[in-house]
């Protein structure tokens, strides 16, 4: 029975407020509107950000609200004007849009569409209005996907067709995590043929900057971790050495400084604490070393150097999603994986039914998952 034009009533993880577990709750989804499209979401990664936000560390984190923004589905049904896909096709939702015709979109210094950013910031649609409601209660979206429910809707710009072929739950994870550190390191830091690089942090996101770094041929991939049973792990991404700054006599920076003849060429911070963004930064070489900032602090967090750093030719930049235009890089992305040049299976490490969502946030917090994909059905 087709459901198109009607209420759809299904499940969801539910974030009623900061720092609580998600809550499996029945919810309603309503029609899509103009320019939007419903979604059967069939598995969700779960990325460092929902955590983030969950525990109250988002500036823009409204509550109640559905979270989850790595997902993978098939198109329900479709709103008005919506001609890119059509019920039955395979497709990611992007938390960064393409639009095609905004100022961000026209330029190609920039992969950040502004359509839909205001209204995606405030948890709603472009209308201004949710599309989910529970036990009366308005629920806002997350990163305009909200991949945390059976069934959602998104904007069109918001959507990346995907082939039948492809396996939903794992390139779901081409959603976020994957697509931002393998980005990172092509688009945002352009690493060189024979470049010394560092990254900061070993989960997904920071072996995904490996993958990058090792497609652009860099001569040595250093992994920077406090977790030590990530380093054999992150050998078969790409890592060719590993630096425990809790097991140094000296400080991070100075040690990365002394095995590079002077820092590194590429860094990157995949944490989300300002202060391994300035030891990332520091770890540098004078004169042309460069920083790319990928984790996301928490609210009220500022980062700090040294003027004199940049003065003397280190770069701070930061990088989402990769750099990539959303919509349009999706094709590339999934021919990487398909061509085996983009390692995407290897990042599931546990794939748990909807309800045991909070035993991935566990998994996470414990260090012993590089994403825990969800089975929505
Ligand atoms: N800019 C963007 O577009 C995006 C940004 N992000 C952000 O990127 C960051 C990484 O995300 P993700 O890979 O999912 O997160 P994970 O939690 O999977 O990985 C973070 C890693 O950093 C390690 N770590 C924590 N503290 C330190 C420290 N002080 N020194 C060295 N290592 C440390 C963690 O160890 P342990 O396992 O012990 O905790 C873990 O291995 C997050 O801040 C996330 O919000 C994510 C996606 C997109
Ligand atoms: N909302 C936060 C910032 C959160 C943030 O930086 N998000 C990243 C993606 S993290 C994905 O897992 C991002 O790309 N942001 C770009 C954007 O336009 O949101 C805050 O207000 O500080
Ligand atoms: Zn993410
Ligand atoms: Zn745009």
Redesign the pocket.
């Known amino acids: 029975m087709s459901t198109e034009g009607q209420v759809i009533h299904c499940r969801a993880a539910v974030a009623w407020g900061p720092k609580q577990p998600l809550v499996i709750e029945d919810v309603e989804v309503a029609p899509p509107r103009e320019g939007e499209v419903r979604i059967k979401v069939l598995a969700s990664g779960v ?3 929902d ?2 936000t969950l525990d109250g560390h988002d500036p823009e984190g409204l509550f109640p609200a559905i979270l989850g923004h790595e997902g993978g589905g098939i198109v329900e049904s479709v709103g008005p004007g919506v001609s890119s896909v059509k019920p039955g096709d395979h497709v990611i939702p992007l938390y ?1 849009p393409e639009c095609g015709e905004c100022k961000f979109c026209k330029s190609p210094k920039t992969n950040l569409c502004g359509k839909i950013r205001m209204t995606q910031g405030k948890g709603v649609m472009p209308d201004g209005t949710s599309r989910f409601t529970c036990k009366g209660k308005v629920l806002h979206h997350f990163m305009g996907c909200s991949t945390f429910s059976q069934y959602t809707v998104v904007a069109e710009i918001s959507v990346a067709k995907v082939e039948d072929s492809v396996p939903l739950d794992k390139v779901c994870l081409l959603g ?2 994957i697509s ?2 393998y980005g ?1 390191a092509i688009n945002t830091a352009k690493v060189e043929e024979g470049s010394t690089c560092a990254i ?9 900057v490996a993958l990058g770094c090792k497609a652009q041929k860099a001569a040595r991939i250093i992994g ?4 030590e ?2 380093f054999e792990m992150a050998k078969a991404f790409g890592v060719t050495e590993f630096v425990n ?2 097991k140094l006599t000296k400080t991070v920076t100075e040690t990365i400084v002394e095995m590079t003849d002077g820092g590194c060429d590429y860094t990157f911070e ?4 300002v ?2 963004m300035r030891d990332a930064l520091e770890s540098c070489h004078k004169g042309w070393g460069e920083s790319v ?5 928490a609210a009220g967090q500022e980062i700090s150097t040294r003027p004199f750093q940049l003065v003397t030719g280190r770069v701070w930049r ?5 750099g990539w235009k959303s919509r349009s890089s999706m094709p590339r992305l999934i021919k990487d994986y398909l061509e085996k040049r983009l390692m995407v299976d290897e990042f599931v490490t546990f794939t748990k039914p909807l309800d045991e969502i909070n035993a991935a946030f566990d998994l ?8 825990t994909v969800i089975d929505l059905f």
Request: aromatic fraction near 6%.
């Open positions: 990325c460092h950000t955590a983030y960064i976020c995590g931002t550190g990172a900061w942090g070993l989960g997904a996101v920071g072996l995904a920077v971790d406090i977790n049973s990530k700054p809790s995949c944490i989300g604490n202060a391994t900032i990928i984790g996301v602090a930061g990088s989402a999603f990769g996470m917090h414990q260090g012993k998952a590089l994403r």
